[in-house]
């Protein structure tokens, strides 16, 4: 079982920055995508960036331009880099990984407990 902890969450102003973690306990070499997913107050959840094991990145469209995927093979873990934050950022923020399988099976997907961001006006 592959095991992910999130950090970094917090209260910040609008306009600030914050960056979270997400540290996995096994090489993340072996993890084909790395997503961060967050679900606001009363909201679904939404697909906030992701980052392939060839170092490819996507975001939604509401971060692009704030927010910075990326990650550190060495430590085994992925960031997440906000900047101008705005309160429609506040939400749980969760990180997931999918490890490949044989064949066509879909991927396994493990996922984080979650970490409180929270912006202010």
């Known amino acids: 079982q592959v095991q992910l902890v999130e950090s970094g969450g917090g209260l910040v102003q609008a306009g600030g920055s914050l960056t979270l973690s997400c540290a996995a306990s096994?090489?993340?070499?072996?993890?084909?995508?790395m997503n961060w997913y967050r679900r606001p107050p009363g909201k679904q959840g939404e697909l906030v960036a992701s980052?392939?094991?060839?170092?490819?990145?996507n975001y939604a469209d509401s971060v692009k331009g704030r927010f910075t995927i990326s990650r550190d093979n060495a430590k085994n873990t992925v960031y997440l880099q906000m900047t101008s934050l705005r309160p429609e950022d506040s939400a749980v923020y969760y990180c997931?990984?999918?490890?490949?399988?044989?064949?066509?099976?879909?991927?396994?997907?493990?996922w984080g407990q979650g970490t409180q961001v929270t912006v202010s006006s």
């Open positions: 096994i090489s993340i070499f072996s993890i084909s995508t």
């Open positions: 997931n990984a999918l490890r490949p399988r044989w064949g066509s099976q879909p991927p396994y997907n493990y």
């Open positions: 980052i392939t094991d060839g170092g490819s990145t």
